[in-house]
């Protein structure tokens, strides 16, 4: 079907008829019982008005909503009763939401699309996108992502924060990830990986083939728990530590956290049902950990220059706002142990995800493996065999391979921002309204020939300097972009790197009979994941 639009003529996909939708909706919603009792578990009073409320009632008042994009003549998905278009449980990804919404923007810069009854803007085209992130970010500070501050101190974290709590706190963690700050780090993560080195040594005795996914989490578990927490976690001889153990938990979910994911993509529903982030465990947990640790410093006057160092002075010092000239409130404890926290879930599944496709895909290209071991065997003779900051500084392919990792498979499939107020989209008649979620499908733009011909190829010339300078800006968003990009950006880089060169001067990676061709995606995992580990043959050079 083809519409008129105030961007032209658009073709709009019509996935079935009021009638239809009807029917298929009400056997979806009667079906799936979990939702229920756990909205109950939650908050009674709400369950009973949706008891209460006459069922045609909830139904048409979901119908007039789901007409908001259609009115607008702005091309979307037909959305389904009553989740819109977030994934049913057992059937899509947010990746496979993106990928059906992206595909009908036929030229208009953005998509509409719904999360339940909320309008949410999916933004199609690059000009706008760099509006939203870097040009009128006033009008787009905030993420509008769930927190429950009261209840769950550790969800109320840089990420999840918005206005000026998160400008105030951005601004005191900013300091953390200078170069300086990363140089003081470098050894750690040096040591982390020559331990990575032995324990992988030892465990090709007795076989070859691995769950590189896993590998790759132990060793970053262990670095941003040495940084962010200062603890030797030892995830990479025991694979049951507490921090692994929870780690995992907070990415994989729990029984029930799929649907309270879902519930959270709406932040006001989630706030309104008193929904904690985290599970009890994992809230103990982080806030125990840290509080010992802040506790074991203070008392034996220890500094070790980490991330843990840098919270505690934010904790017992003022900072200042040098723009305005006033004083910054110091941290509370529970304040200190989100920022770790964050730390910690931002750091350690995004670095090892990128190594983890990196792998992969040298696996399937020996000769781009080959290319990439030879520099780091000419760099580290030229540094006369020594590991340093400037040593990994002069590995140009390496980095290179992980952009290109990170274009084909950025761990962050989408990313999000909220409208602090009306915003009219540039050269368009239409208005967002305030509060409306606007989300970057990054997946998507790293994945479309337009920008990355043959997309599927995996090329790291595609960054080689003069290639990369022609793109658009807003072609590469594997760490987002503006004044909300990623704050351990420089971190995640630098572990990355580190694994890789410990891993490619000793290790050649092949393809095994286990390794996923074509990868199945997760379900379940909050960044980009094969749904069944990535298995690969690993062996001694
Ligand atoms: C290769 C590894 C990493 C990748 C691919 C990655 C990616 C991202 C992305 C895409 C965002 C959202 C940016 C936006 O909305 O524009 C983000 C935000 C963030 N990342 Fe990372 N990240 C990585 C490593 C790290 C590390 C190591 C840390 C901390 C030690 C970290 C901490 C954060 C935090 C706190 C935010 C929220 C920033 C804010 O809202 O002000 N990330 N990251």
Redesign the pocket.
Known sequence: MSTTTSFGVIETPNVGTHAEHAEGSQNEFGRDNVHLLYIKKYQPRVVYHIFRSDSSEVYFYFQRKFSYWKNRDVPYVEPLFPLGNLPWKHSDNLKEVFEKLYKVRHGSPLVGGYFFSQPVVIATDLDFVKDV?VKDFNSFHG?GVYSNEKDDPISA???SLDGPK?KSL?MK?SPT?TSGKMKFMFPTIVDVSERFNQTLGKMLDEGSDFDVKELLARFTTDV?GTC?FGLECNTLNDSDTDFRKYGRMVFEGARFDSIKRTIMQVPKLAETLGLTVFDKGIRNFFLGIVRQTIEHREKNNIKRND?MDLLIDLKNNDTFDEEKKIKLEKLTLEEAAAQAF??FI??FE??S??MMFALYELALNPDIQEKLRNEINTVYAKHEGHLTYETIKDMVYLDQVINES?RKY???VA???TAQEDYRVANTKLVIEKGTTVLIP?YEIHNDARYYPNPEKFDPDRFLPEVWKVRHPMSF??????P??????R???M??RVGLVMLLKNYRFEVSDKTPIPIEYSRKSLVLSPSDGMNLKIVKV
């Open positions: 992130l993420r974290h840089l990420f998160w951005r963690l990830f941003i962010a991330f964050v730390f931002a750091g995004t670095s995800t990128v990170l950025s761990p962050a990313l999000q921002r990054v968003l594997g760490f987002g972009d503006g909300r990009n990623c704050i351990g950006m971190f995640g880089r572990q990355s």
